[in-house]
């Protein structure tokens, strides 16, 4: 089991809220990503961190932004919810030795 | 353009049977190759990773290869369960960058019926 958290795990908000969707880990990675997957279809990345004070924007970042004071969390944040952005968000944690990607459990955003 | 392909898009088989996925790529330079397992609403578990010297490896049931000559993968489940119903997803990863830049394949829908 993976040690790497995301909440809330279900969000429904109205269009035009600021929302922060939440992501922590204890294995101490560097290295973290931000993913948007609709129903049946591929993973985009949003953002990415090689570690604290570094973050970069992957292919669907441009209307939200991160941040990673602390190598444990990397919060996701979204100025002004629109019904476009309503996903699956995982985040996940990466093991630079071996590669291995951990993925939390999600957060199913539904903007109405 | 850095793509990777997979096929089927889908596929059905009874319990007890075995099946093949496969994944083309075309990302350069290479890193690795990974097979995920994703249930329905969970995120994507790790089941293989292999770089460029590896040609195959094993995970109880199932077992990737890959040819970084004609860029291909594919991933072999032995004696399927209904649990090995959920989306299988190849992803490569590249070398152009520090971190390593992840390409995802969409999936292959796998149904394992009784």
């Known amino acids: 089991e993976a040690d790497i958290y995301q909440t809330p795990r279900y969000l429904v908000i109205g269009t035009g809220k600021k929302i922060t969707l939440e992501c922590s880990q204890t294995m101490g990675h560097d290295k973290m990503y931000w993913y948007q997957q609709d129903p049946g279809m591929e993973l985009h990345l949003i953002h990415y961190s090689y570690g604290v004070n570094s973050t970069e924007k992957g292919d669907l970042s441009s209307e939200s932004t991160v941040s990673r004071i602390r190598t444990e969390h990397f919060p996701l944040t979204l100025e002004s919810a629109r019904p476009s952005h309503t996903s699956q968000y995982l985040c996940?944690?990466?093991?630079?030795?071996?590669?291995?990607?951990?993925f939390g459990p999600g957060t199913r955003l539904t903007v109405t | 353009k850095n793509q990777v392909e997979q096929s089927p898009q889908s596929l059905i088989i009874l319990e007890g049977k075995n099946c093949t996925l496969q994944c083309n790529y075309t990302v350069s330079p290479f890193s690795n190759l990974r097979w995920y397992k994703q249930d329905t609403g969970r995120g994507p578990v790790s089941l293989t990773i292999?770089?460029?010297?590896?040609n195959t490896k094993s995970n109880g049931r199932y077992t990737a290869t890959l040819d970084a000559d004609t860029k291909q993968s594919s991933l072999h489940i032995t004696a399927s369960q209904l649990s090995d119903s959920a989306s299988y997803i190849c992803?490569?990863?590249?070398?152009?960058?520090?971190?390593?830049?992840?390409?995802f394949g969409r999936g292959t829908q796998l149904t394992v019926w009784p």
């Open positions: 292999m770089t460029f010297s590896e």
């Open positions: 996940a944690s990466e093991d630079r030795i071996s590669y291995e990607q951990y």
């Open positions: 992803v490569v990863s590249d070398r152009g960058s520090t971190l390593g830049r992840l390409y």
